[in-house]
């Protein structure tokens, strides 16, 4: 086995268990105080989410979720199609709740929306969750009916503007397989992301220090895109300096990447 690439790896684990510690150091786990009000969030439907039929909750939302695994009736939409979701508190790393739906969930994101919508999601009982029961917003959203809303004496919060979601990650890897592609435009067929970044790293063409941390950015997405894994605020802004210092050391190099796309 290779060192470096052992070196990488465990650095990378290390940098995700640091991320979670300083997550889980800031966390306050409690319940909602007696007589105060269950608040709405605003989802951004991710892909991921759309296409599996399920959703990670806000930490910051998470203590007005039953704090036991087991079923939740979810209702959907202003017509209040009920059906049996589960409430998982072993899928994320930092203990979050995600809201498993199944295909029937699926099915209606995917019959009503758009990936990149938002939908508020009512936390109004610790045994039932409202989805979509009030307007929404997206790019989905225009030439469909729109969705009555429900009167609500709940607040309506926005996620955290500093949140880094799926499509963030997604857009970064592609950032990276283009600058991984501009130093090395003629790659070894059926190479992956991560024995790209070792070859390079090895060849003295990347800086180790900036490999681990590319590796970071590529892992960070992979978690996000096939376990659904939604990166608390602490993972969030640890991807996306390491993603800034890759960047800088890009621009450095005289390597020009859009990392808008």
């Excluded at 790293?201 to 996000?224: F, H, K, Q, Y």
Aim: proline content about 6%; some cysteine.
């Amino acid at each position: 086995m290779n060192r470096q690439w052992l070196a990488d790896r465990i650095f990378v684990r290390n940098f995700f268990a640091f991320c979670e510690r300083v997550g889980q150091a800031g966390a306050v786990h409690d319940t909602p105080d007696a007589g105060e009000a269950m608040p709405l969030f605003r989802l951004r439907l991710e892909k991921t989410y759309y296409r599996s039929g399920f959703f990670n909750v806000p930490r910051e939302f998470d203590r007005f979720v039953r704090s036991t695994d087991g079923p939740i009736e979810l209702i959907l939409g202003a017509s209040g199609l009920k059906i049996e979701g589960k409430i998982n508190r072993r899928a994320n790393l930092n203990g979050t709740a995600r809201i498993m739906g199944g295909s029937k969930l699926r099915d209606w994101f995917q019959a009503n929306y758009k990936p990149g919508d938002q939908i508020d999601v009512d936390l109004g009982s610790f045994d039932s969750i409202g989805i979509g029961t009030a307007p929404s917003e997206g790019p989905g959203v225009e030439g469909r009916a729109a969705i009555q809303p429900t009167p609500k004496p709940h607040a309506v919060s926005q996620p955290p503007e500093n949140e880094v979601t799926a499509d963030d990650l997604t857009r970064w890897r592609s950032a990276l397989v283009r600058l991984l592609k501009a130093i090395d435009p003629v790659q070894e067929q059926q190479e992956g992301v991560g024995a790209l970044i070792n070859r390079l790293s090895r060849s003295g063409r990347i800086p180790r220090e900036i490999a681990a941390l590319m590796r970071a950015v590529a892992e960070m997405r992979n978690a996000s895109e096939y376990q659904g894994k939604q990166p608390s605020r602490s993972e969030g802004a640890a991807i996306k300096n390491a993603w800034a210092a890759v960047f800088e050391w890009a621009r450095s190099t005289g390597i020009a990447i859009d990392a808008k796309r």
